[in-house]
């Protein structure tokens, strides 16, 4: 069962406000405890001064990634005794209603005992829409709000630590299938969540379109952990570039800000994957000799 005294709860900070900080008020009453791990290079404990007791403030010193960051706060809730912990941005928040929704039809899920991951569904852009279905298998959904169990963190180990920041969400949900456990979102629960900055243009002056801007440093980590999440999964080469083709699409289509950088950023993030991909080829053969010198 998921309740209160079996949940924590992990937000990761990175330079924080006052108003990142009030998000964990919409949670903190409905979680055992609370793991905030700060990957920002100045301490900022102070904005957790009038917060309860159940929160533990984790400093790294540095921005690590957030693949480092999620580890170190799951770990440290896991060996706390949590059996669900609810990964949370520092810009996300929830009603109410809506958490306790998330909580119960988590509960009501036929197949709980077979789920590392449940998601509620993301609202981003402030647009809600209703689903038929409750429930959804997802081949990945995003970090943030995600239910994440005890056996399926203990089945993967963890985040990968060199992903950083982008696709880190993507490549735990696909391990946690790999390891024949279920990714489930829960369509009507609804969390507020920012991802990057909203712009809206008129493309050739007709066609109005939303979309989700970035820096040209993100699309560099977007690009190099696609196609190294091909090499690694390569049951999901099509889910992955169909999202790589889109991400090059919109850049090329919309981008009015600094597309010649995000192109730029790009095609690094293209050259320094096939690097990683031989890194782990590498490691992969001297794993498969040690084998057989040990046998």
């Given at each position: 069962?998921?309740?209160?005294?079996?949940?924590?709860?992990?937000?990761?900070?990175?330079?924080?406000?006052?108003?990142?900080?009030?998000?964990?008020?919409?949670?903190?009453?409905?979680?055992?405890?609370?793991?905030?791990?700060?990957?920002?290079?100045?301490?900022?404990?102070?904005?957790?001064?009038?917060?309860?007791?159940?929160?533990?403030?984790?400093?790294?010193?540095?921005?690590?990634?957030?693949?480092?960051?999620?580890?170190?706060?799951?770990?440290?809730?896991?060996?706390?005794?949590?059996?669900?912990?609810?990964?949370?941005?520092?810009?996300?928040?929830?009603?109410?209603?809506?958490?306790?929704?998330?909580?119960?039809?988590?509960?009501?899920?036929?197949?709980?005992?077979?789920?590392?991951?449940?998601?509620?569904?993301?609202?981003?852009?402030?647009?809600?829409?209703?689903?038929?279905?409750?429930?959804?298998?997802?081949?990945?959904?995003?970090?943030?709000?995600?239910?994440?169990?005890?056996?399926?963190?203990?089945?993967t180990g963890g985040f990968r630590d060199e992903l950083f920041i982008d696709e880190v969400d993507n490549e735990y949900c696909m391990h946690i299938r790999r390891k024949g456990m279920k990714v489930v979102v829960i369509n009507h629960a609804f969390l507020a969540h920012e991802l990057g900055e909203l712009r809206t243009i008129r493309f050739m002056g007709i066609w109005k379109k939303e979309y989700i801007d970035h820096a040209p440093f993100r699309f560099y980590y977007m690009t190099r952990n696609i196609l190294y999440l091909n090499y690694l999964y390569p049951e999901y080469r099509r889910f992955n570039t169909k999202r790589l083709h889109k991400m090059l699409k919109r850049i090329v289509l919309y981008d009015r800000q600094h597309k010649f950088a995000a192109l730029r950023a790009c095609w690094r993030g293209r050259c320094d994957a096939r690097k990683m991909i031989v890194e782990e080829k590498k490691h992969h053969r001297s794993e498969e000799k040690g084998l057989q010198v040990g046998a």
């Amino acid at each position: 069962m998921i309740e209160r005294e079996n949940i924590y709860a992990v937000v990761v900070w990175y330079h924080p406000t006052a108003a990142m900080r009030a998000n964990i008020d919409s949670y903190i009453g409905h979680v055992r405890h609370v793991v905030i791990v700060d990957n920002s290079e100045e301490n900022n404990e102070a904005l957790t001064h009038d917060l309860p007791a159940n929160c533990t403030y984790l400093p790294m010193g540095m921005n690590k990634g957030i693949a480092s960051a999620l580890n170190k706060g799951c770990r440290a809730a896991f060996q706390q005794g949590a059996q669900w912990v609810l990964t949370m941005d520092q810009d996300s928040c929830w009603e109410e209603e809506q958490l306790k929704t998330y909580f119960r039809l988590a509960n009501a899920y036929p197949a709980i005992g077979q789920t590392g991951v449940f998601s509620p569904r993301q609202d981003y852009i402030s647009h809600f829409r209703e689903y038929e279905q409750v429930y959804e298998e997802k081949i990945a959904v995003m970090t943030s709000g995600c239910l994440l169990s005890r056996e399926g963190f203990a089945a993967t180990g963890g985040f990968r630590d060199e992903l950083f920041i982008d696709e880190v969400d993507n490549e735990y949900c696909m391990h946690i299938r790999r390891k024949g456990m279920k990714v489930v979102v829960i369509n009507h629960a609804f969390l507020a969540h920012e991802l990057g900055e909203l712009r809206t243009i008129r493309f050739m002056g007709i066609w109005k379109k939303e979309y989700i801007d970035h820096a040209p440093f993100r699309f560099y980590y977007m690009t190099r952990n696609i196609l190294y999440l091909n090499y690694l999964y390569p049951e999901y080469r099509r889910f992955n570039t169909k999202r790589l083709h889109k991400m090059l699409k919109r850049i090329v289509l919309y981008d009015r800000q600094h597309k010649f950088a995000a192109l730029r950023a790009c095609w690094r993030g293209r050259c320094d994957a096939r690097k990683m991909i031989v890194e782990e080829k590498k490691h992969h053969r001297s794993e498969e000799k040690g084998l057989q010198v040990g046998a």
